[in-house]
Nanobody, 115 residues
Framework: QVQLVESGGGLVQPGGSLRLSCAASRMTAGINGMGWYRQGPGKQRELVAIITRAGTTNYADSVKGRFTISRDNTQNTVALQMNSLKTEDTAVYYC?????????WGQGTQVTVSP
């Protein structure tokens, strides 16, 4: 089973930046999509950004131009650079990995954007 360990997150003022990182371990062969979802207070979990093993990316409209997802296939890591953060970006961010039809999730890391 794939294990995902996240790092980064924290408290930042509006307009600031944060970087999230996620490392996959155990049975990493066959992982295709890796990315990030988030769940804000009182909201459903939503896609933030995802990247395939080949490097194809997909972003939520709300983060396009502000967030950048990147991946290192040799290290089985995925990162999310978040710039120009807004208060509405406040959420728990979850790392995701897809492997042969199965989904794996990290434990979540809190991102709080507040003056």
């Amino acid at each position: 089973q794939v294990q995902l360990v996240e790092s980064g997150g924290g408290l930042v003022q509006p307009g600031g930046s944060l970087r999230l990182s996620c490392a996959a371990s155990r049975m990493t062969a066959g992982i295709n999509g890796m990315g990030w979802y988030r769940q804000g207070p009182g909201k459903q979990r939503e896609l933030v950004a995802i990247i395939t093993r080949a490097g194809t990316t997909n972003y939520a409209d709300s983060v396009k131009g502000r967030f950048t997802i990147s991946r290192d296939n040799t290290q089985n890591t995925v990162a999310l650079q978040m710039n120009s953060l807004k208060t509405e970006d406040t959420a728990v961010y979850y790392c995701y990995a897809g492997r042969w039809g199965e989904e794996y999730w990290g434990q979540g890391t809190q991102v709080t954007v507040s003056p």
